[in-house]
């Protein structure tokens, strides 16, 4: 509900921090309203106390886009990382620990991994709407720097077909993305929940495939996404990992 309101072109930016706050009082102080949707996030914070930690985070994220269209390097698109995806790795982790009473051993080096995870996922997912959230948003997710290394104008992604310099910008940003995605093995290995643990391991192998694609494809011509036999491959591949 929150992103769509930050995504709502119909609503002023005073307009949508105003909800957003209303929100963010309400989860803190864990208050019910009219508002149905944050009453059943503060029904849950009796059985799951982080939740309210996570919802606050995510809500972090969606004020931000309310006043953020540009991000002038990585260390500022991982940051935003830190609250737009981060959080809904970690908490579904954490539910999962929690409503299955299992010990939480290793939490450190579990949620790097899914940190890491998540906001390769996230930058992934900007890469794929680079050209949706330019025209239709005037958002920017790519960082600036990368632009300016290839002498290149935001504007480049209007267009219908990448030029080759953002061919190279484009390929930069996936190597980075696929550091992340070198991080993240060992921690994953490390969840004890059997389903848990194999739908990471088919998560990353959707990630991998995912920039793979973007990797030989152009995100300004036409839409990257797996097909149904990508998502089977992922999905084969994730089940037998061990």
């Known amino acids: 509900m929150s992103d769509d309101i930050a995504d709502n072109n119909d609503l002023s930016k005073v307009k949508k921090q105003k909800i957003l706050n209303f929100f963010k009082q309400k989860i ?9 949707v944050i009453n059943n996030i503060i029904q849950l914070f009796k059985v799951l ?12 994220a969606f004020m931000m886009d309310t006043k953020k269209k540009r991000y002038k390097n990585f260390d500022e698109l991982i940051f935003y990382c830190n609250y737009s995806a981060n959080p809904v790795g970690r908490f579904f982790i954490y539910t999962t620990y929690r409503l299955k009473k299992i010990q939480f051993d290793n939490k450190k080096e579990i949620f790097r991994s899914s940190d890491s995870l998540c906001t390769a996922l996230q930058i992934i997912n900007h890469l794929q709407d680079c050209k949706d959230d330019f025209n239709d948003y005037d958002r920017v997710y790519i960082p600036l720097d990368y632009f300016r290394r290839f002498s290149l104008d935001v504007n480049v992604l209007k267009k219908r077909k990448a030029p080759i310099d953002f061919i190279f910008l484009k390929n930069e940003l996936i190597s ?3 550091d992340l995605l070198l991080d993240t093995e ?14 990471t391991f088919i998560i ?6 995912l920039c793979f694609l973007l990797k030989n494809n152009d995100p300004l011509e036409k839409k990257i996404k797996l097909t149904r036999i990508d998502l089977i491959y992922c999905f084969i591949k994730g089940i037998i990992y061990d």
Do not use: C, F, M, Q
């Open 28 to 36: 803190k102080d864990a208050e019910n309203s009219d508002v149905s």
């Open 49 to 60: 106390p982080s939740a309210k930690k996570y919802s606050l985070e995510l809500l972090k």
């Open 176 to 178: 980075k993305v696929e």
């Open 186 to 199: 060992n921690g994953l290995k490390l969840i004890k929940e059997w389903r848990l643990r194999k739908e």
């Open 204 to 209: 990353l192998n959707i990630a991998k495939r």
